[in-house]
């Protein structure tokens, strides 16, 4: 299911699949998770404010969600630094406000069901690239 939701977390906001036919498709959990990764398009406001909404949103996300959503911004991390200087500042700024929510609880050691990774290996590899792309920005 994370492995799903993973590959389809852009499934919304890109391609305009629906929650329903998510569900549909793929089940309930997977459609969790993806609604949970995805941007609601009824949130108006400046980018800002739409991280903001969307930081309150990550931080309530099941531990799956987050974990695929630290995956997703640590998979960026490279392409956006190579290809767009310019937005690597605001992305790796808006990253490094957002890994506090999504990391795992101090007591939380387990691997995922039926996954060799645990989130707290996600996270420690998606704070490694914050920290090496970050201080290049500042």
Request: proline share 6%.
């Given at each position: 299911?994370?492995?799903a939701a993973?590959l389809?977390?852009?499934?919304m906001?890109?391609?305009?699949?629906?929650a329903?036919?998510?569900?549909?498709?793929?089940?309930?959990?997977?459609?969790?998770y993806?609604?949970?990764?995805?941007?609601?398009p009824?949130?108006?406001?400046?980018r800002?404010?739409?991280?903001?909404?969307?930081?309150?949103?990550?931080?309530?996300?099941?531990?799956?969600?987050?974990?695929i959503?630290?995956?997703?911004?640590?998979?960026?991390?490279?392409?956006?630094?190579?290809?767009?200087?310019?937005?690597?500042k605001?992305?790796?700024?808006?990253?490094?406000?957002l890994?506090?929510?999504?990391?795992?609880?101090?007591?939380?050691?387990?691997?995922?069901p039926?996954?060799?990774?645990?989130?707290?290996?996600?996270?420690?590899?998606?704070?490694?690239?914050?920290?090496?792309y970050y201080?290049?920005?500042?």
């Amino acid at each position: 299911e994370m492995v799903a939701a993973a590959l389809l977390h852009d499934v919304m906001e890109d391609c305009g699949v629906t929650a329903e036919e998510l569900e549909l498709e793929f089940g309930d959990t997977v459609a969790t998770y993806v609604i949970a990764l995805s941007d609601d398009p009824t949130i108006l406001g400046n980018r800002a404010f739409r991280k903001k909404v969307a930081k309150i949103r990550l931080a309530a996300a099941p531990p799956e969600v987050k974990a695929i959503k630290l995956a997703d911004l640590a998979h960026n991390c490279m392409s956006i630094w190579t290809h767009d200087e310019a937005f690597s500042k605001v992305f790796f700024k808006e990253f490094e406000d957002l890994l506090p929510v999504l990391a795992p609880p101090s007591n939380y050691d387990t691997n995922f069901p039926n996954d060799p990774i645990s989130w707290s290996h996600i996270y420690n590899l998606a704070r490694e690239r914050v920290d090496r792309y970050y201080w290049r920005i500042e």
